[in-house]
Structures are given as structure tokens and as C-alpha cells.
């Protein structure tokens, strides 16, 4: 029996940088080819490969599918040497596979860490989510609130109109009534193609980025990773999972969730330290894209750890050629 090990976020967090850039790396030879599997597919090994380098006994809680769908970094596989802490995985080896296959914004890898037993083991469902920065009052917006309500309950709390606030939204159809409600308020709607990691990060920077809030609904497992970092920079973010069938009820019982009618907090989604590293893929607000020259290949990686609040941006050259 293995002797439990404390789980350092310190030193493990340059480890998780490695695998997130290794990732990026691997997909950056697919960007604006048009072929979304195969950068997922390269991306996907690069990212298993560093992953069973580190010292972990991890099991992967949020993934690439159920077992019989993924042939790697499949929910409830096993990563690491089988040493070091008991951990859960949560990681998209490329959050925007049509954004990489289409040479657009915002594609990048993405992965967090926190101690086992501490990641909601979300199963592959839609997620209703809504999401806003650090600094306001505890539950200044929530999801029982109309779209509406939302814009001027954040508009009243940042002391401005509504139509001052810019709203992230993901554009598919199930979303037009909300867009339309949002827009009457006067509030301005970013509307982002795929990603909604990153639209949901957005929040946590919205000097930088302009966004001040995001809803809408996507897909629960990228839900947990957007808690993991938001933990991590700040913010407040709210769940609700959605269910189209008693297939998808058999998920969630499946990953052991009863209530399915619950509103999941953002420490609900992550009840412990987490740790998470991001490297850009292409050019993004969050973070530059991987850049090629003749000599090198250079990527740009956030590593965040929630115990301190620490947000630390790297940029990692590496030689094409050794002289």
C-alpha cells in the first residue's frame, strides 16, 4: 500500500507547464490546416506523454470521453508513475479544435490539478454557466436571475449603465433569446465561436479583455476546468447541469451525482487547492499563440495556483536545431 504524499502544488506546478506547452507544441503543426482530429489527436499524445512523467498517482476525472469512446486520457484512466500524491486530472488537450483548424483566436491547451476526490466528476452533459470577475459581493448575480436581471444587478454593483457592460456569449442557436434579452438592456454581447474556457476566463481579466460576464450553456467538463481557473485568478462562477434524456441522467448517476437539479458554486466545482497551467495555441486575448521561426518555437503559458493567487506568465523558447 502506497504511503499517502501530501500534494505540493509548488513543485508540481512547472511539471503541469511542461505538459500544457508539449501539448500546444504538438497541435501547432496543425494550425490552419482544416483538420480538427488530427491536431486534437497530436495534442492528445503530447499531452499523455508528459503527463506519465511526473510523479503522480493521477487519475483523470475530466477528459477526452468515456473509455469505450477515447483511446487515451479517457475519463478514469490513470496518468504518472504511479508515485508521488493521489491526484484529479481535468484537462482539454486543445480547447478549440476548430479554432486551430481555422487559424482563429483563442485556441489553446489547458489542464488543472488538485488533490483526488476534489474535482466534480462532471459528466459529458451540457452545462448552464455564468461566470463574472473578482470584486463584487458574494452572489451579486445568480442563474435563477433572468439574462436581464443579471446585466442590471452587475451594472448596479460596478455603479454604471447597463448598456457599460460587454457580456460573453457563445453564438449557436439555443442562445438567440438570450442574446436578444441581453441586447435590450443596452449591454454590448461578445459572441465567441467555440472556447468557452476561454470566454469564461475572459471575466477574470475584464481590463484586459472587455469582458465583464459570461452565459450561456456549453459542455460541463470544460465547466470544471473554467471553476479551476477562476479559483485560482478570482472571480464567482455558477453550474447547473442540463439534461436532454435519461442517457444523459445515466451519466451523472454514473459519476455519482444524484441531485440533478443542483446549482454547483464555483468552490462546489473545486472544493480544494487546484493548480492549472495554459499555453496558447493561437493568438488570443489570454495569451499569445505559438510562434515558429527557423531556429525556434516560442509559447506563451499561464500557470495559476489557487492556495496563493499567483498567476505567472512564461514564455518557453525552444531551439529547432542544436549548433
Request: glycine letters at 10%.
Amino acid at each position: 500500500m502506497n504511503t499517502p504524499v501530501d500534494f505540493n502544488d509548488r513543485m508540481l506546478s512547472l511539471g503541469l507547464a511542461r505538459v500544457s506547452e508539449a501539448a500546444a507544441h504538438a497541435s501547432a503543426d496543425l494550425i490552419g490546416r482544416g483538420d480538427e482530429k488530427a491536431a486534437d489527436q497530436a495534442a492528445v499524445n503530447a499531452m499523455r506523454e508528459q503527463l506519465n512523467m511526473l510523479d503522480i498517482q493521477g487519475v483523470v476525472v475530466i477528459g477526452e470521453g468515456e473509455r469505450d469512446e477515447a483511446p487515451m486520457l479517457y475519463i478514469g484512466e490513470e496518468v504518472g508513475t504511479g508515485t508521488g500524491p493521489a491526484v484529479d486530472i481535468a484537462l482539454d488537450p486543445l480547447e478549440g479544435t476548430t479554432l486551430t483548424a481555422l487559424d482563429m483566436p483563442n485556441a489553446l491547451t489547458v489542464i488543472a490539478m488538485a488533490p483526488r476526490g476534489t474535482l466534480l466528476h462532471a459528466p459529458d452533459v451540457y452545462m448552464e454557466k455564468l461566470a463574472i470577475g473578482p470584486g463584487y459581493e458574494k452572489d451579486v448575480v445568480s442563474l435563477d436571475m433572468s439574462p436581464a436581471e443579471r446585466v442590471n444587478a452587475l451594472a448596479k454593483a460596478q455603479g454604471v449603465a447597463p448598456r457599460d457592460i460587454t457580456v460573453c456569449i457563445l453564438d449557436r442557436e439555443r442562445h438567440q433569446d438570450m442574446i436578444k434579452e441581453v441586447r435590450s438592456t443596452g449591454a454590448a454581447i461578445r459572441l465567441i465561436t467555440d472556447g468557452d474556457v476561454a470566454g469564461i476566463i475572459h471575466c477574470a481579466e475584464a481590463e484586459a479583455t472587455g469582458i465583464d460576464m459570461y452565459m450561456g450553456s456549453g459542455g460541463a467538463p470544460e465547466g470544471v476546468l473554467a471553476a479551476s481557473a477562476l479559483k485560482c485568478m478570482g472571480g464567482q462562477m455558477w453550474g447547473k447541469l442540463l439534461f436532454r434524456n435519461d442517457d444523459e441522467k445515466g451519466r451523472a448517476a454514473k459519476a455519482g451525482i444524484t441531485d440533478l437539479d443542483k446549482i454547483y458554486a464555483r468552490d462546489e466545482l473545486v472544493t480544494s487547492d487546484v493548480i492549472v497551467a495554459m499555453t496558447g495555441v493561437t493568438n488570443g486575448s489570454i495569451m499569445k499563440g505559438v510562434k515558429r521561426t527557423p531556429d525556434y518555437i516560442e509559447t506563451e503559458t499561464v500557470l495559476m495556483r489557487s492556495k496563493t493567487g499567483s498567476v505567472r506568465r512564461m514564455l518557453y523558447r525552444n531551439p529547432t536545431t542544436r549548433k
